[in-house]
């Protein structure tokens, strides 16, 4: 079964970065395409962005131009690097697959933005 293990967050002042990794255990990483996704406290999970296979990326346009979306094919582990972060962009962010069907969710890693 494939597991996701989210890592890298923190607590950072607004204009700061972080980078997450998410982990994916099993074979076919590389044949998916994969997405961050985040959420807020009393807010639905957004994705927020996506890399195909073929490494194409798209976002969402509250993060386009400050976060980047990469992937490792040979460590199974695919990157978020967040710059020029805001307090909105405080929340748990998760990745999975993307469209679904997804695999189990992940714990999520915590981002919380100071101002």
């Known amino acids: 079964q494939v597991q996701l293990v989210e890592s890298g967050g923190g607590l950072v002042q607004a204009g700061g970065s972080l980078r997450l990794s998410c982990a994916v255990s099993?074979?076919?990483?590389?044949?998916?395409?994969m997405a961050w996704f985040r959420q807020a406290p009393g807010k639905q999970r957004a994705l927020i962005a996506r890399?195909?296979?073929?490494?194409?990326?798209t976002y969402a346009d509250s993060v386009k131009g400050r976060f980047t979306i990469s992937r490792d094919n040979d460590k199974n582990t695919v990157y978020l690097q967040m710059n020029s972060l805001k307090p909105e962009n405080t929340a748990v962010y998760y990745c999975?697959?993307?469209?679904?069907?997804?695999?189990?969710w992940g714990r999520g890693t915590q981002v919380t933005v100071s101002s």
């Open positions: 999975n697959r993307d469209p679904g069907p997804y695999v189990p």
């Open positions: 099993g074979t076919m990483f590389r044949i998916y395409t």
């Open positions: 890399i195909s296979s073929g490494s194409i990326h």
